[in-house]
Every structure is written in C-alpha cells, then in structure tokens.
C-alpha cells in the first residue's frame, strides 16, 4: 500500500459544486502540504500543516480550504469549483525531525471543473 | 518571496549521451535545493539533493552543482538511459520546512 494515499484519483464535476479531495498517510510524519500542478507553471502551494493545530495558506489560497482531522489525514476543499481549478493536485508529508527535507508526494488527484 | 527559473523546458538526448537542466533562484536567503522526477502517472520522487554549504553533490549518474554567488544549480545525468525519460523539477527552500518553491519543469526524453 502506498504511505501517501489520495482519493479520489480522478474526478470530474460541474461549476460550482463542492468537492473534497482527501489524503491519508501512514508515514507518521506531522507535516502535510497541498499542492497544484498546471502544465508549465510547474508545482504551487496551496495549503500546509505542521500539526493538527495549525494550518497555514500557501502561494494560492484563494477559493481553497483544508481540513487537518488527524495527524495522518489533510482534506482539501473547493467550495464552489471553478475551469480555472482544473488541474493536479498533489497531497505530500515531510518528518519535522528532520528539519527541511524530502517531500513523500502521493499520486495525484486529476480534477476536471466543466 | 522566491522565484525559481528552469531551463530547458524539453530535452531529448540519444541513451548514452549527458543531460544538464538548469535553475537560477532569487533570494539569497534560499539554502536547500532539491531535485524531483515525476514519472508518468505518478508522484514527484526526490533523487537529490544539496544544500547551501556545499557545492557539488553526486550520486552515481546524477549530480547537482550550486553556485551560490550566482544563485543557480544545476542537474548533470551522464550515461542517461531510457528509464531516465520523465519530468524533472527543481525547487528551493529557505530551510524552515514550510515553503518549497519549484521550478516549471523539464521534460526528459533519452532516445533509445
């Protein structure tokens, strides 16, 4: 099974709807990120958390929300999605222990906003 | 905050041959310099990567030089073979864990 999981993998949905992208990890690390990859704009930072207790925006907040339930669990939300939210979206963990580090990616969640 | 600029966009290189990719950052106070491949359909994995009190780091075919007073690093491959062929991503930090910013990235194609 694999340590960063995201669900689901591909979605497609309609403006305007809500949608929640999920991630759970086994890694046991405490930091968790949200990012978006659009072709040739390379990886942003939506969202992070360094524990449950702490959420921090990103590059690009705007028109996202998070969710930090557990130590293993992040929850991404798009209240009322938008075709401009189409796009990759990538769950990660790092280990605080080690100070900056390796990101663990999951692998990928495809959403489609028509 | 930082910027991160990669280059080229695309390359293609013959199995065999050296593949170099190439990223400038902006803000001198950046000391962590990662590199990731993302393989079709997956996630980005890190392969290498340096930090600012070094210059040059290798790992059997891969290596990563820094050039601190011209703020660029760069990805060297030699002997590429075609499980080589992915989409590589550079990124910065400035050591606190919670921001990494990436560059646009390269996608590497080694032709058999």
């Known amino acids: 099974d694999a340590d960063v999981t995201q669900t689901p993998r591909n979605r497609i949905t309609k403006t305007g709807k809500r949608i929640m992208l999920e991630c759970s990890q086994t890694k046991g690390h405490d930091r968790m990120y949200w990012y978006r990859q659009d072709p040739g704009l390379g990886l942003r930072l939506i969202y992070y958390s360094f524990d449950v207790k702490d959420i921090n925006k990103g590059e690009i907040s705007d028109g996202y929300s998070v969710s930090r339930q557990a130590q293993a669990k992040f929850s991404l939300s798009l209240e009322s999605a938008i075709p401009n939210q189409t796009a990759l979206y990538f769950c990660?963990?790092?280990?605080?222990?080690?100070?900056?580090?390796?990101?663990?990616f999951g692998e990928g969640s495809r959403l489609t906003v028509l | 905050g930082e910027n991160v600029e990669q280059h080229p966009s695309t390359l293609s290189v013959q199995e065999g041959d050296s593949a170099v990719i190439k990223c400038t950052y902006s803000d001198s106070a950046s000391n962590y310099f990662p590199w990731y491949k993302q393989e079709l359909g997956k996630g980005p994995q890190l392969i290498i990567d340096?930090?600012?009190?070094?210059g040059e780091k290798k790992d059997q075919r891969i290596a990563v030089t820094l050039n601190k007073t011209a703020k660029h690093f760069s990805l060297h491959i030699t002997e590429t073979q075609p499980e080589d062929s992915a989409v590589y991503f550079c990124?910065?930090?400035?050591?606190?864990?919670?921001?990494?910013?990436f560059g646009t990235g390269t996608s590497l194609t080694v032709i058999p």
């Open positions: 340096i930090r600012s009190n070094v």
């Open positions: 990660a963990t790092s280990d605080q222990a080690r100070g900056v580090g390796e990101l663990f």
């Open positions: 990124a910065a930090s400035m050591g606190t864990g919670n921001q990494f910013y």
